[in-house]
Structures are given as C-alpha cells and as structure tokens.
C-alpha cells in the first residue's frame, strides 16, 4: 500500500520516485500492425486496461493508430493521482482540445494550476449535491411530466428518455431554465470532443465541419443570450445559480470574467453531467430490476421517502438499501473507464521510468475490481458498504468520479441526480428490462453505456403499498 506523500518531499517508499531513476520503461503489450490496439479501445477502453493490468501489472504501454499510451492502473496508480496534485500529471493536450475546439482558453477540464482551482472555487457552490438538493421538488415534478405519457406495454430507450430528464434538471439547477431542446447538440458536442481529442479514435477534421461547429454556434447563442438577460435582470438575492455566480466573479486579477469563461463552465457542467449522470442511471435501472431481492428491499425504502412528502437528500442519505444499490452499480458499471493525463516531469512508478511528455491513460476504476479489496468483486452485492465490511474505504479503491486536483467538480449532484430519477420512476412505474432475459452488455459510445438493445417495459402504474 503506498504511503501518505505529498509531491514536494517525495514518496517515502517504491510506488513511486521524482526524477530520472534508470528505471526500465513499462512494457508494450504487442497488438496488430499500425492499428494495436485501437480496435479495442473503440470496444470498450475500461474492458482493455483491465485486461492489460492482469497480463502486464499497473504500468504498460499500448498503441493505438499510431499514438503511444502509458497506462497507469490500479490502487497506485489512484495514490499518484490523489497525491502529486498539478505537478507530476497535468491534463496536458488531450483535454486541451476542449479548449481548441471551442475557440476558448477557460474549459475547466483544460486548466492545470492556479487558474483550475481559482475556477473550481467559482463553480463548486452552484454544481454541488447542495444546489440540487435545493431543487429535488422541481427534479420530481419534471419526471412526472415527462412519463406523464408512457403507456402500458410501451417500450422505452431508457438511455435516451434519462438524458432529456438529466439535461433539464441539469438547466434547472445551473441555470434556472429546462435546458432539454439543447440536448442533441451537446451530444454531438460531446461524442466529438471524447472521440477526436482524448481518444484519438476519430480525425480532427470533423471538428471542422457543420455538424459539429453549427452546435457549438447553437448551444453559444443559446448561452450567451441567457448571460445578456441575466446581466439586465439580475435575480433577487438568495439563491444564484451558476449563470449569477460567473457574472460576480472575478479573475486572479480582478477583472470580470469574460463571457467565453463562462460559456465554457455552463458548457462544461452541461457536456460532463449529461451522460454521465443519465447512463449511471441506467445501469442502476438495470441492476435494481435484474435482482428482485434487491428490488423488493430498495421499494420499501423508495415509497416510505415518498410518503414523507417530498423527497430530501436528508432523507435519501439514510436509504441504505437503495444508496448500497446505486454505489454498488456505479462501482460494477463505472461509466468513465480511464482518464488522459501528460506526465509534467520525469518520475519513476512501481519501478517503471515514466518520462515527461509521455501520453498516459490513468485507470482509475479497474479497482473497482480488486479482489484484494473486493469480495466477489463481479457479484452485484449492495451490503459491501455498509458496516462492517466498507470495501470501498480503502484508499483509491472507489473512484467513479475521479480523484485528485481534477475530479469531477459534480460527482455529488450527479449521483444525487441518478438516484432522484431512478427513484421517481420505480414508486410511480412498474418496469421490466427488455428483452427478457437481457444481460448487460456495455459499449463505449464514448463513454461506457448500456447497449442499444436495453430497453424496459412500462407494465403499469404503481399503487404503493399495493404493488
């Protein structure tokens, strides 16, 4: 287990070393000619360092079209990242092309330093669990409108239907207006962005072309023109949003912030929680109606929430059925299977001389499935944790929201997002997956997801108490 460490004195045991050590560089795991192994990458990136971890240990290298990666896995590669803060990994050029692609310099995933965190103080209070939490009420009644339609029999792409529902509360909260006719823009805007700058599986040029630049001049028009309102009828003190908490703020040196700084954190909050939060939903739709023992304990916990009138995060945090259920999905089914980082300076891990300027993949949730952390760790088990067991506890054996400097600044409402929607759908639905018998198969569509197959079936209105 590594050691507490910061990156100024140094590690103070092997897991991993400043400087020039001599060290062998990590192998390369051999794949097919020019492509290696960039076909599976494509398939499902989480799936190929897993697989390249039990072959090859924490540190290797893949190649993928051409491009070199260094992946770091495991707990110790989730140490490095909780522990070296901006100065041994930095989000380097793969996150830059948020920035390029956007005409901007202030997309939060794209800043390292000073400037990150200045920014991450600026968007923490209106992207919290706490700013949500404060609209679950308007989160509730958005749901009941937009199932307000299903039928008896009907089948829906559940996927599809979560990230209309994420992407308004998504607006509600960050913005104060249901953002969904925005949706399929900031799909397309995101899909591309993954693709072309961090995977490096599609080419540059289509970010060049209309369909991708005609969204980005749509979702900026749409942005800019709720700043303009905003800054000509500001909203009565209380309760701002993120929209109100980038017009106040103010640079490092004291200047406004510019309106392209705060496109980009409204754009950024849209693009990091719509598929993330709407596909962490689906796959505790999924894990929760594919065990009906788990059912039957969460549905007790579900209706008695909403018995107690509107539902609070209060209220929530004590469903130990249900919160055992959706971390447990999360941790089976994480949604983000590695994260590109640069090498900012030369450092020795495990052994392994890692050079700066080096391409690296961080695998931060193949502990997700360490057996020395987990028992069963394939089995969908909700009572890991919960005392006494606690496996998740351990250090960087958890992290489906990222760790270190750059963790996903809205992990908390984003799980607090799944978990509302999912618990408004099964105390006013009865639900089946579809087909029968379906067994998850997840794809990288860019980012981890249920299959195109996975639907469920609308069996009825629920009668809580009854049903």
């Not at 990994?89 to 390292?112: C, K």
């Not at 693009?271 to 709407?278: C, S, Y």
């Not at 509107?310 to 994260?339: C, D, H, K, N, Q």
């Not at 890991?384 to 400097?405: D, I, Q, S, T, V």
């Amino acid at each position: 287990m590594v050691t507490t460490t910061t990156a100024a004195s140094g590690p103070r045991d092997t897991a991993w070393k400043p400087g020039l050590t001599g060290a062998p560089p990590p192998p390369l795991a051999p794949g097919l000619p020019f492509v290696g192994h960039g076909l599976e990458l494509m398939r499902d990136p989480f799936v190929l360092l897993l697989k390249l971890q039990r072959t090859y240990g924490p540190a290797f290298r893949l190649r993928a079209f051409g491009t070199e990666w260094t992946c770091l896995v495991g707990t110790e590669a989730n140490a490095l990242v909780t522990q070296t803060g901006y100065d041994y990994l930095v989000t380097g050029e793969s996150y830059q092309g948020f920035n390029d692609a956007f005409r901007s310099r202030s997309f939060l995933i794209g800043l390292d330093g000073p400037e990150h965190a200045h920014l991450r103080r600026i968007e923490r209070r209106a992207t919290s669990r706490e700013a949500l939490a404060r609209k679950l009420p308007e989160a509730v009644a958005l749901t009941d409108r937009t199932i307000a339609d299903w039928r008896d029999g009907q089948l829906i792409d559940i996927v599809a239907a979560l990230k209309a529902l994420v992407v308004g509360h998504l607006g509600i909260t960050l913005t104060g207006r249901d953002a969904s006719r925005m949706l399929g823009d900031i799909q397309i805007l995101l899909n591309h962005i993954v693709a072309v700058t961090q995977l490096k599986i599609w080419p540059r040029v289509l970010l060049r072309l209309p369909h991708f630049t005609g969204a980005r001049e749509r979702v900026y028009r749409d942005i800019q023109r709720l700043v303009d309102e905003r800054r000509r009828n500001p909203p009565p003190p209380g309760d701002p949003d993120l929209i109100d908490d980038m017009i106040a703020a103010q640079t490092l040196d004291g200047r406004p912030l510019a309106d392209e700084t705060i496109f980009a954190a409204t754009m950024g909050a849209y693009m990091a929680g719509l598929d993330t939060a709407a596909i962490m939903a689906s796959f505790i739709v999924y894990a929760i109606l594919k065990h009906p023992a788990v059912y039957q304990r969460v549905m007790v916990e579900i209706d008695a929430l909403f018995a107690g009138g509107a539902p609070t995060w209060e209220r929530m945090s004590g469903m130990t059925a249900f919160r055992g259920a959706v971390m447990e999905a999360i941790r089976l089914y994480p949604v983000v299977g590695l994260l590109p980082r640069d090498a900012n300076l030369d450092f020795e891990f495990l052994g392994r001389q890692i050079f700066k300027g080096q391409q690296l993949f961080i695998g931060i949730t193949t502990a997700h499935f360490d057996e020395r952390l987990y028992r069963d760790p394939e089995v969908f088990d909700i009572d890991r944790f919960a005392p006494p067991r606690e496996e998740h506890k351990a250090p960087g054996a958890y992290a489906p929201f990222g760790l270190g400097a750059h963790r996903c600044l809205g992990g908390n409402m984003g799980e607090l997002q799944s978990m509302i929607v999912v618990a408004t759908l099964l105390h006013r639905l009865r639900l089946a997956i579809h087909p029968d018998g379906y067994d998850m198969k997840v794809v990288a569509k860019p980012l981890r997801r249920p299959d195109k197959r996975f639907r469920v079936r609308v069996l009825g209105r629920r009668r809580p108490g009854v049903d």
